[in-house]
C-alpha cells in the first residue's frame, strides 16, 4: 500500500500490506460514494436472487413474496449500514472491533460464527458461479471449482483497492445487462393466477421469506467497515452510512424481487436455467451472457468474503499469538479458506436450495445477538471512543473475556432459541404462534439492552486514561519486508 495524503488515492494498486492493523491517516484515501457501487455489486450475484425464491417455494403469492423480501432486506440492511460508519472512525476491520465488546479472546465466539459465514457463502457462490459456466464451456466441476475459487484468492490477496475498483465498473456492467432482462422478463413472463394475488398465503410463510432476507443482509454486517476502513476519519458519518445502505439494499430489493417473479412464472424455477431460458426469449444468446456476466459477478463477491475470512481467522490467532502482517500470512490464510470451500462444495448435495434456507437462518440466529451488542456499543455506549492499541493488549481496558459482551450475546441468543422455526426444529413460542419466527426481534431487543444495561457499569476513569494515552499513529510501524507491526506491547 502506498503511502499518501489523507483523503487521495494512491498512485498505484499494489499487494496490500495492512490486514488486522491500523489503518494510519496517511494511508486513507478514496471516497464515500464508492460504497455503493461496491455493496451495489456485492449484492447483485445470483445468491441474492436464489434468496428470492424461498417465498414462492413456501407457498407465498407474488406481491406477497415481493413484499416479504423487499421489507427483509430494509430490515436487515439497517444494521449493516451503519456498521459501515465504524470504520473510517476507527481504522480498524469490521470483527476486531469486536474485541471492546467480547475481549480480546472472547471476540472468538462472534469470530466463530462469522467464519461459518464467509465458508457458507462462498460454497454457495462456487457452485452457482460453475453451473452457470458450465453452460457454455468445457471442464468437470471440481476444475471450475479449483478455477474459480483461484482467481478469487488472487483478487483477495491483492486486497482492498483491487476490489474496490473491480466493484466499481462491475456496477456498470450489471446494471446494464440486468436492466434488459428484468424489462424482458416482465414483459415476456405470464404468471398464472393462482400466484399473482390470492387468500392462501401464510403469515408463518411471509415472516420466513421476511427472515431470509433480512438474514442475508445482516450478515454482510460482519465485514461491512472492512471496506470503508480506509476512508479518511473525517468523512461525514451520514454519507457513510447512505451510501452503504443504498447500493446493498437496492442491489438486494431488485435482485431478489426479480427472483421471487421468476420463480413464480416457471414451472420449476433454478436461478441459471431461468436466467438462460428469459434471456434468451428476450434476444438468442442474450440468457447465456448474462449467465456468464452473473457467474463473473460470483467471482468477485467470493474474493471479498475470502478476504474477510482472512481477516477474522488472523484476528483470532492473534488473540493467542501475536500476528505480523505479511504477503505469506495473507496468501496462507486466502488459500486456507478456499482449500475448505472447495471440499464443502464437492459434498453439498444437488438440493442445496434447501440448505441455503436453514443457512440463512442459521445466519440470522448466530449474528443478530453480535450486531445488537457491536452497535449499541458504538452508538450508546463507548458512542465511538475506543482506545485503539488496547485492542491488541489482552491485559489493556478490554481484558482476555468480557462478560458484558459474552453475557449479553448468550443471554440474547438463549431467548431466541424458543422462537426458531426451521426445517430440523421448531421452538415452543414459535409453535405457539403457529410457526412464525419472530427471534429476530426477541435476539435484538434482548442482547442490544441487556449490553446497554452492562455498560453503565463501565470503569469509565480507566477508558479516559486509556483513551488519553492511545496513539495508534505511534505504533504503526514498518518492518523492512514490509509487514506492519501491531502492537508493542507484551502479551
Same mark, same amino acid.
Given at each position: ?184 422478463? /416482465? ?5 398464472? @393466477? =393462482? &400466484? *399473482?394475488?390470492?387468500?392462501?398465503? #401464510?403469515?408463518? $410463510? +411471509? ?33 457513510? /452510512? ?5 447500493? @446493498? =439494499? &437496492? *442491489?438486494?430489493?431488485?435482485?431478489? #424481487?426479480?427472483? $421471487? +417473479? ?40 467470493? @474474493? ?188
Amino acid at each position: 500500500m502506498n503511502h499518501v495524503a489523507p483523503g487521495r488515492r494512491p498512485r498505484s494498486v499494489g499487494i496490500e500490506v495492512r490486514s488486522i492493523d491500523y489503518v494510519p491517516a496517511r494511508e486513507r484515501h478514496g471516497k464515500v460514494w464508492h460504497q455503493g457501487p461496491f455493496w451495489f455489486t456485492g449484492n447483485f450475484v445470483l445468491t441474492t436472487m436464489v434468496t428470492g425464491f424461498i417465498g414462492p417455494s413456501l407457498g407465498l403469492s407474488l406481491a406477497r413474496s415481493i413484499a416479504a423480501v423487499v421489507l427483509g432486506t430494509c430490515f436487515g440492511t439497517f444494521f449493516m449500514a451503519f456498521h459501515a460508519n465504524q470504520g473510517p472512525r476507527m481504522g480498524l476491520p469490521q470483527m476486531i472491533q469486536s474485541r471492546a465488546q467480547f475481549g480480546v479472546r472472547g471476540a472468538i465466539l462472534p469470530f466463530a460464527a462469522v467464519v461459518f459465514a464467509y465458508i457458507g457463502f462462498n460454497v454457495f457462490n462456487v457452485v452457482l458461479a460453475t453451473q452457470g459456466l458450465q453452460t457454455v464451456l468445457p471442464g468437470g466441476t471440481g476444475l471450475w471449482y479449483l478455477i474459480l475459487i483461484g482467481l478469487a484468492t488472487v483478487l483477495a490477496v491483492v486486497g482492498h483497492d483491487l476490489l474496490h475498483v473491480v466493484q466499481r465498473w462491475l456496477t456498470y456492467l450489471l446494471i446494464t445487462v440486468f436492466g434488459v432482462f428484468t424489462v424482458g422478463a /416482465v414483459m415476456n413472463l405470464q404468471v398464472p @393466477a =393462482a &400466484a *399473482s394475488g390470492g387468500t392462501g398465503n #401464510s403469515w408463518t $410463510a +411471509f415472516l420466513m421469506a421476511f427472515s431470509v432476507a433480512a438474514g442475508y443482509q445482516i450478515s454482510y454486517a460482519v465485514y461491512v467497515s472492512d471496506y470503508s476502513r480506509y476512508l479518511p476519519a473525517h468523512v461525514s458519518a451520514a454519507k457513510v /452510512v447512505w451510501w452503504t445502505y443504498a447500493g @446493498a =439494499a &437496492a *442491489s438486494a430489493a431488485w435482485l431478489m #424481487s426479480l427472483g $421471487a +417473479f421468476v420463480a413464480t412464472a416457471l414451472p420449476e424455477p433454478d436461478a441459471i436455467t431461468g436466467i438462460r431460458q428469459v434471456g434468451n426469449d428476450i434476444l438468442p444468446g442474450f440468457g447465456t451472457f448474462t449467465v456468464v456476466v452473473s457467474a463473473l459477478a460470483l467471482i468477485t463477491v467470493m @474474493a471479498i468474503n475470502a478476504y474477510g475470512a482472512m481477516l477474522t481467522v488472523t484476528s483470532a490467532v492473534d488473540a493467542f499469538r501475536p500476528v505480523r502482517p505479511s504477503v505469506r500470512i495473507r496468501v496462507t490464510g486466502v488459500v486456507a479458506i478456499g482449500a475448505v470451500v472447495f471440499t464443502v462444495a464437492l459434498a453439498l448435495p444437488a438440493d442445496y436450495l434447501a440448505s441455503f434456507n436453514s443457512f440463512l437462518l442459521l445466519i440470522l440466529y448466530s449474528l443478530v445477538p453480535w450486531t445488537a451488542v457491536n452497535l449499541v456499543d458504538f452508538y450508546f455506549v463507548r458512542r465511538g471512543r475506543y482506545a485503539i492499541t488496547a485492542l491488541f493488549d489482552r491485559r489493556g481496558i478490554y481484558g482476555s473475556w468480557s462478560w458484558r459482551g459474552l453475557t449479553a450475546y448468550a443471554v440474547g441468543f438463549g431467548a431466541m432459541v424458543p422462537f426458531f422455526a426451521t426445517s430440523f426444529y421448531t421452538g415452543p413460542a414459535a409453535d405457539a404462534l403457529g410457526g412464525s419466527d419472530i427471534s429476530f426481534a426477541v435476539g435484538l431487543t434482548v442482547a442490544g439492552t441487556l449490553y446497554y444495561l452492562f455498560g453503565r457499569g463501565l470503569d469509565s476513569p480507566s477508558e479516559q486514561a486509556a483513551l488519553a494515552a492511545d496513539n495508534p499513529e505511534l505504533r504503526d510501524r514498518l518492518s523492512p519486508d514490509g509487514s506492519a507491526a501491531l502492537s508493542t506491547e507484551p502479551r
